[in-house]
């Protein structure tokens, strides 16, 4: 078990409701998970799988329509332990955690940034807020920020508009900003989807850096498997508002339990197995959020459901690090 | 951009040198010229034919058109518009004495509906869906909607005839030197003005702002813990203004064809009482001149806009 003082940020059961036309979607029903310090932890999942929705109950920037109905979110301070979920969303306390010791990067680098603010205005916007740097020593701080995500030229670049700057320079110019007060942890929705390959891993590359030197605890919501076994310490298979199976990355990729996390594996090309992969794709479709099956949300696809399968599964325990939440798990727990 | 503003005017002046030719041609083609208006109909029946035609000659009117409209246009550059045909006033006297007036009711509109419009535009986006919004979505509405002339003369039956606040029409009664003595009479006149273009600019601002606020760069600003101010006014309104101001721009000739109507209204001595006095004596050369003037005015604002749109959208800045 991973001592307390290694874990950034703990969530234990959330559960964060979207309510819209008086219709209740259980976005994320009972999730728990830990955030380590200097460990990457993705999380994977279909789309509306409630990984954004995770993401952004940890930084308190859920939707209006959306609430917090239960659970914790513990954020593991030097100062003390701060339970996240039971502050005012944009209260004063909050705002000084968020952007500061809790930063985040988003999907669309393109559209991120603000079109009419310089580069160095929106980095130095976050130094000025949080560590009270101005001026001289804050365009500094900015410079040195954006030379350490490799921009090139940043005295001069510093003072680009965003239009400027192409979009790997831009996810880059995010994290200089999401990095500018040396956060605990880093969350990343897709950080990469809307970029060129080669420039994808060279983001990753960067964030695996920032993980070593600063030891920044790493939340990466992805939905590739190649980048899962290439920068995961801990992965989340997350299911329509579950996370169903979790684990260090070897158990998850290598004795994969949950059929859910089978199928999604059988799903995708995995890196270094070749070309002539037997690719499967999951049969059926996600059920309709606002009107989900009673027991197990996967019950409908999965090729082994059974009628216990009606009601909903516990979380397991296979080992210290991996769980499971299948009725079935004994039987399907790779030998080896 | 400096180079853009340059490129900018430099494009203004084939473009107003047409419009001064258009105008040229339209005053050419009414019936009628020169002579026949500087002679009264009784008279000319009495004069010989060949007197009249001595008289076109030494007003150089058998010249040929093109020549002609080069010494007008010419005259026009320097600053001479040519004579108004009741009194032959030159017609640069009748603009230097009206345009203040209107210029003063236009600006103050402007002014107006500019900082009241995008503040209850944004109030109404910020408070979205609240009662404050569709209270102000519908007096936006009833401002585009309603003629101005009406509010003009509810206005006054209510503010001068029956509370008497406020002084029926003119701009100005004798003694009344500076801008503050003068201020009671144009706060009707220019209120109403200005109606319309702060209900339009209101309604833009707010779905302006709606639009600004539900981009992503707003969750960035959020998520880097800024306080809610600042993620509102410096990152949402910051970019909801450049469409504003650019309505704004595309909506100056809405205050100039009002100005017309409101200075009727309220015995306003400005440019449109007179344009309407001009039109009504069939004074050919000085409704052509205030048409020329208007024109002008509508490029120049234009002009302005683009210039304001390139300061402040980086976007915009192609002369870099
Ligand atoms: N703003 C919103 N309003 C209403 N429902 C929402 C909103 N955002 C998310 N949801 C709902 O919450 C659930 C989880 O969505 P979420 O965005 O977290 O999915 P995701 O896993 O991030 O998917 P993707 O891979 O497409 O980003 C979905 O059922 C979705 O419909
Ligand atoms: S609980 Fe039943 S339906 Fe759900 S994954 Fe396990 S076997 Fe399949
Ligand atoms: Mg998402």
Redesign the interface.
Known sequence: MTATQDIAISVRDLKTFFYTNNRCNKALNGVSFDIKKGKTLCIVGESGCGKSVTAASIMQLLPTLSRIEQGEIIYHADRGDIPLHALEKNGRHMRRIRGAEIAMIFQDPMTALNPVYSVGFQIKESLRYHMKMVGRAAHQKAISLLKEMGIALPEKRVNDFPHRYSGGMRQRAMIAMAMACSPKVLIADEPTTALDVTIQAQIFELMDKLKREHGTGIMLITHDMGVVAELADDVAVMYMGNIVEAGTVDEVLRQPTHPYTKALLASVPVLGKGRNQDIKAIRGSTPDPLNRPKGCQFADRCDFAVAQCQTMPEETRITPTHRVMCWRYKELVPNG | MLTYIIRRVLILIPMAFVICFLVYLGLELTPGDAVSHMINPDAAGSMNPAQLEALRQSLGLGQPFHVRFWSWFTNLVQGNFGYSMSGGVPISNIIATRLPATLELAAVALVFSTVIGSLLGVVSALKRGSKTDSALTVIGMLGVSIPEFFFGLVAISIFALNLGWFPVGGRSMPGYVTLWDRLPHMVMPAMVLSIMLTAGVMRYARSSMLDALS???I??????????WRVNLL?GF??AL?PVVVLIGFRLPVLIGGSVIIEQVFQWPGIGNEFISAVRSQDYPVVMTIALLSVMAVLVASLIVDILTAV????VRLGE
């Not at chain 2, 402040?312 to 976007?315: A, K, L, Y």
């Open positions: 981009r992503d760069f969750k960035t600003a959020r998520s880097k813990g800024l306080p809610e990152h910051r970019v450049t402040i959208d980086p976007r």
